[in-house]
Each structure stands twice: as C-alpha cells, then as structure tokens.
C-alpha cells in the first residue's frame, strides 16, 4: 500500500462524485494498491478496510484529525480533536502487503461458535456484502448475517439457518464485533455545556471523504490560480510538493498576478 499523488486523489475525488460511500472505500483502496485486484479488495473485513483506510488517511493528511459533533441534548457544538492511535482500537494489519494479497487471494477466515447447542460458521462481513444489501434496507441486518453464515450444525445434523433464533443470532453479531472491532468505532462523549454523555460512531469512510472533498476544492482553485499566473499545465502543478505550491502562491499574491 502507498500513499497518492495529488493527480491520483484528484482522479479519486472526481469519480466517487458519482460514487457510493462503499465505492469511494474501495476506489481509495485501489490507487493504493494498484497491483491488487478490486475483487480482493473488496473481501477485506469492514475492519480490516477501515484499519487500512485509516493509514492511508494518516499518510495523505496527518496523524491528527478535526472534527465537529452536536450534543443531542442541549445542542451545542463540539470540536474534537482525535488521533489516529486513538482510533485503532485492534491488532488488525494497518497496511495491506500486496504481494500477500495477490498470492493468497484474501481468503476470509471462518469462524465457530457454539450457541444453544447449535455450532455456526461463519466469515466477517466485508464491502461486497454491503453493496449486495444495499438494496434490502429493511432486513439489511438480517440479510447480512444469512451471507456470512457458512454452515449450521446440531448434534453433527446439518441445519438451516431459518432455524437459528434471535438469541443465537445475537451471539454470532456479538462474536463478529469482538473478531473485527475496527468495523464499528465508539467515541464516548461529554458535552461540557451541560454534561450529557452520549456515543458516536466513527465512519472512517465518510470523515476521510469530506477531508478529501474539501481537499480537491482548495487545490483546484490553487491550480487555477498558478495556471492563470503562469501558463503551467495542471499536471504540471499537482506534481509540485504542498509547500512549493504555496510559496508560488505567495509570490502570486504579493505580486497582484492572479
């Protein structure tokens, strides 16, 4: 996995305009690892995807992130200011190794529980299945877990998983989150207006795409700027470091040019 150029995540950010959130998690993925089908891409765990989406974003923007949350009790905002180590809640691998991948194939690992008598296998969820559910929006949950669910047994009898109640469901989820905690962060908070404590998911996904959207509407109109100045073809002046840009910048301001 390596981190993108400017002209790559700007190729990133024009076609996830058309995108869905899903999409845009595997398009970043895939300029990172362009040696790595999109099809084993997408068969990495939510957790592992968002492990690895979260080091991808520490490399692009830094390790420190910025963001704004509401209380739901009072109203008022909040400015948090987090760490990606804050965020890495597992030992899960936070670089894809592309050699691995391409090798092996990424076969997701199967998992056994034993509930109520009933010993289930079962895989982790990964992208593919939340685009194939994408269409379910009422038993979403429901049609998620029948996909990760391998094989049933009772007593050695193979069974269906129409017969498994919601307890031993609830046991499969609850093994799923433990395996691939990563896929679902928690941040607790505490509104210092009036204290009310609450929790937030952490949408890696969604936080490091309005970072990236933001990103392409400031280096477009720097792009416009120098270009206007100077004649420099856009190619040109995404291959510039962020701090070469900047002082050309400068030069074109104090100057009047742009």
């Known amino acids: 996995m390596r981190s993108p150029s400017a002209s790559e995540l700007l190729q990133v950010w024009e076609r996830g305009l058309n995108q869905l959130p899903i999409q845009r998690a595997l398009s970043l993925l895939a300029t990172a690892c362009p040696t790595t089908p999109l099809e084993t891409l997408a068969q990495l765990s939510l957790g592992q995807r968002d492990a690895c989406l979260l080091t991808l974003r520490e490399w692009v923007f830094g390790s420190q992130l910025v963001s704004l949350a509401t209380c739901p009790h009072c109203g008022d905002r909040l400015e948090l200011t ?3 180590a804050d965020l890495r809640v597992a030992a899960l691998p ?3 190794q592309e050699s691995a991948l391409t090798a092996q194939g990424f076969c997701p690992d199967r998992f056994t ?3 109520e008598g009933y010993e289930v296998e079962f895989r ?6 939340l685009a194939a559910i994408a269409n379910h929006p009422i038993d979403a949950q429901q049609t998620l877990l029948n996909r990760c669910i391998l094989a049933v047994h009772q007593q050695g009898e193979a069974q269906t998983v129409d017969q498994l109640s919601p307890a031993v469901r609830a046991a499969i989820v609850q093994q799923m989150a433990q395996i691939d905690p990563q896929a679902d962060v928690q941040l607790s908070m505490t509104c210092p207006a009036c204290t009310y404590q609450w929790q937030i998911t952490f949408d890696i996904v969604s936080f490091f795409w ?3 959207n933001a990103w392409a509407s400031r280096i477009l109109g720097e792009v416009h700027i120098l270009a206007t100045a100077y004649g420099w073809a856009e190619a040109d002046i995404l291959s510039m470091s962020s701090f070469r840009r900047q002082c050309y910048l400068e030069k074109v301001g104090r100057s009047g040019m742009g």
Do not use: M
């Not at 982790?124 to 299945?129: E, F, G, Q, T």
């Open 124 to 129: 982790l969820p990964h992208s593919s299945d």
């Open 210 to 212: 309005s970072e990236i």
């Open 82 to 84: 987090l760490n990606v």
């Open 113 to 115: 529980v034993t509930v």
């Open 94 to 96: 936070s670089v894809i």
